[in-house]
T-cell receptor, first 110, second 113 residues
Framework: ELKVEQNPLFLSMQEGKNYTIYCNYS?????LYWYRQDPGKSLESLFV?????AVKQEGRLMASLDTKARLSTLHITAAVHDLSATYFC??????????FGKGTSLLVTP | DSGVTQTPKHLITATGQRVTLRCSPR?????VYWYQQSLDQGLQFLIQ???????AKGNILERFSAQQFPDLHSELNLSSLELGDSALYFC????????????FGAGTRLSVL
């Protein structure tokens, strides 16, 4: 059974600070995704990482993938309040269905 | 707006009842996925259809069933509802490219009373 573990599950950080969310998964996969979910809303695709060493950046968010360690990271640089949301990593199963982590609830405070 | 349409947005029903959730995928997407999101189980994959055929099954209960129609819209049928079926049900669609990004609808919030 494929397991996807995120940590931390809850994160409160000050504006302007940097932090990293970690996503470990238990079996080989060739696709890793990061999604964002605002309270009561749907999931928005942030990044898809397809190969070992892949790095993607969008604004203050940067995602990376180490397939050998089965680890992906989502790095937040100089956090702002608008980044407050829940962030999910997901690993593709055969047939491309996604197996999600429990999510990291991020709160950015002044 | 992801382009994936789900109806209804909210559904309130009683235990033992049956409901149908509907999903229209993005234009051109052949794959449709159903997920359930609840506080205790998190986001769980239920079932996937590709161009009308069932492609993959996840943690879908026998009381639940789905289908994809020739116009590619999909329906998720939930029967003999229990309190524990209360959750947010998402539909997602994808084009089946190498990246295969799944685009999620706004969800249907089901409350079983």
């Amino acid at each position: 059974e494929l397991k996807v573990e995120q940590n931390p599950l809850f994160l409160s950080m000050q504006e302007g600070k940097n932090y990293t969310i970690y996503c470990n998964y238990s079996t080989t996969s060739d696709r890793l995704y990061w999604y964002r979910q605002d309270p009561g809303k749907s999931l928005e695709s942030l990044f898809v990482l397809l190969s070992n060493g892949a790095v993607k950046q969008e604004g203050r968010l940067m995602a990376s993938l180490d397939t050998k360690a089965r680890l992906s990271t989502l790095h937040i640089t100089a956090a702002v309040h608008d980044l407050s949301a829940t962030y999910f990593c997901a690993v593709a199963l055969s047939g491309y269905a996604l197996n999600f982590g429990k999510g990291t609830s991020l709160l950015v405070t002044p | 707006d992801s382009g994936v349409t789900q109806t209804p947005k909210h559904l309130i029903t009683a235990t033992g009842q049956r409901v149908t959730l509907r999903c229209s995928p993005r234009s051109g997407d052949l794959s449709v996925y159903w997920y359930q999101q609840s506080l205790d189980q998190g986001l769980q994959f239920l079932i996937q259809y590709y161009n009308g055929e069932e492609r993959a099954k996840g943690n879908i209960l026998e009381r639940f069933s789905a289908q994809q129609f020739p116009d590619l819209h999909s329906e998720l049928n939930l029967s003999s509802l229990e309190l524990g079926d209360s959750a947010l049900y998402f539909c997602a669609s994808s084009a089946g490219t190498q990246k295969n990004i799944q685009y999620f609808g706004a969800g249907t919030r089901l409350s079983v009373l």
